[in-house]
C-alpha cells in the first residue's frame, strides 16, 4: 500500500485527539473502518504508531517520526493547493474549520453548507457553557470560529482580540408546557409569569442581569429557578414544575410550546467570531455568508416566527 496525504491526515487526527474513536468523529468515520485504516498504514511502515489502553492512543517512537513527517507535508501540500488556486484564478480553499458553541440554532445548517461546498475540508466542533472559554480557545489557535449569543445589548468577551459580527437578533420566547393556562395565547406578557418557577440551563444566557431588569420593568422579583442542561429543562417544563427562556428558533418538542413574550422585552444577539490574525480570518466573510444562510434555513420550521419577522424587520437577519 501506498501512503497518501488522507493516511497522515488519520495520523495526525489520532495523535491530537488521543483516540481512534475521538478522530473518526472529527474524520467523519466509522470507528472500525479508522481502525483498519490505521492497521493498514502500519504494516505499510513496519511497526505500531500509537500505543493503545484504557488512557488513550499515545505515539511510539516510530509514529512520533510520522507525525514529525506529516507536520511538515500537511501545511506544504495545502500551500501548494492554495497557491495553484491562486495561479487558477481561484480563492484558497480552507483545509478545516474549528468551531465552538454554545446552544447555537445554526451549527447544524453551517455545518451542512460548509461540508457541501468544502467537501475536503476537516470540520470539527466544540460544545462550552462558556462563551469566554470559547473566546479564549480562539483566541490562542485552539479553535477557528466561536458561535455564541449575548443578550441584548451586552457585549461579547474582550481581551481576547478577537472580531465579532452578528449573524441574526432574536426576540427570546417563553417555553410552556401544552397544558399550560397561557399555551392557548400568541404572546404572553412577562407580569404574567409573576408566579412561576424557571428552568435555567448554565452559561452566559438571558437568566442574568437583564432578565432581572425586565422582570424589575414588569413589577416582579422572579421566583426559585432550578439549573439543569437543555434536556433537564426541557423535562422540567414538560413535568409542569417550572417554566424556561428559549431562542425563537428553538427546535420544536412535542408536549411544549413557545411563545412570544409581548413587546420582545428580551432581546438575543446570535455572534460570530473570530481572531483577526489568525488562518481562519481568510474564510470569515464565506463562513459569516454560510451561518447567515444557516440561520435562515433554520426559519423554515417556524412559520409564525418567519411571519412575525416580515412585521419586525429590526429582528432577524440584519
Not at 498504514?41 to 504508531?49: K, M, N
Not at 499515545?58 to 493547493?81: F, K, N, S, Y
Not at 426559585?224 to 428558533?249: F, I, N, P, S, W
Request: net charge neutral; hydrophobic share 45%.
Amino acid at each position: 500500500m501506498n501512503l497518501e496525504l488522507r493516511h497522515l491526515r488519520a495520523v495526525c487526527a489520532i495523535a491530537e485527539t488521543g483516540s481512534v474513536t475521538k478522530a473518526a468523529s472529527t474524520l467523519g468515520l466509522a470507528q472500525p473502518a479508522l481502525t483498519a485504516q490505521l492497521q493498514r498504514i502500519e504494516r505499510a511502515l513496519g511497526g505500531p504508531l500509537f500505543e493503545r489502553d484504557r488512557r488513550g492512543a499515545r505515539p511510539t517512537a516510530l509514529g512520533e517520526l510520522v507525525l514529525a513527517r506529516a507536520r511538515v507535508l500537511l501545511p506544504a501540500m495545502q500551500g501548494l493547493q492554495d497557491e495553484a488556486a491562486r495561479l487558477a484564478g481561484a480563492g484558497p480553499t480552507p483545509a478545516r474549520y474549528r468551531f465552538g458553541g454554545v446552544n447555537s440554532p445554526i451549527l447544524g445548517p453551517l455545518v451542512r453548507r460548509l461540508a457541501a461546498e468544502h467537501p475536503q475540508a476537516q470540520i470539527t466542533t466544540y460544545a462550552s457553557w462558556s462563551a469566554d472559554e470559547l473566546a479564549q480557545q480562539v483566541g490562542g489557535g485552539r479553535l477557528d470560529y466561536a458561535l455564541i449569543g449575548v443578550c441584548g445589548d451586552a457585549v461579547p468577551p474582550a481581551g481576547y482580540g478577537l472580531t465579532w459580527q452578528e449573524v441574526a437578533l432574536e426576540p427570546v420566547q417563553v417555553l410552556l408546557p401544552e397544558r399550560h393556562p397561557l399555551a392557548d395565547r400568541v404572546e404572553v406578557r412577562l407580569a404574567d409569569l409573576r408566579r412561576e418557577q424557571w428552568a435555567v440551563a448554565p452559561g452566559d444566557g438571558c437568566f442574568g442581569d437583564c432578565f432581572a431588569a425586565a422582570c424589575a420593568r414588569a413589577g416582579f422579583t422572579p421566583r426559585k429557578m432550578y439549573e439543569a442542561d437543555v434536556r433537564g429543562c426541557v423535562d422540567l417544563v414538560d413535568a409542569g414544575v417550572a417554566v424556561g427562556l428559549c431562542q425563537a428558533t428553538f427546535r420544536p418538542v412535542p408536549g411544549l410550546v413557545t411563545r412570544r413574550l409581548a413587546g420582545a422585552p428580551l432581546r438575543w444577539r446570535l455572534l460570530l467570531g473570530w481572531h483577526p490574525d489568525s488562518v481562519g480570518a481568510d474564510f470569515a466573510d464565506g463562513v459569516l455568508e454560510a451561518a447567515v444562510a444557516g440561520y435562515r434555513d433554520s426559519l423554515a420550521a417556524h412559520p409564525d416566527y418567519l411571519a412575525w419577522l416580515l412585521h419586525n424587520p429590526d429582528f432577524g437577519v440584519q
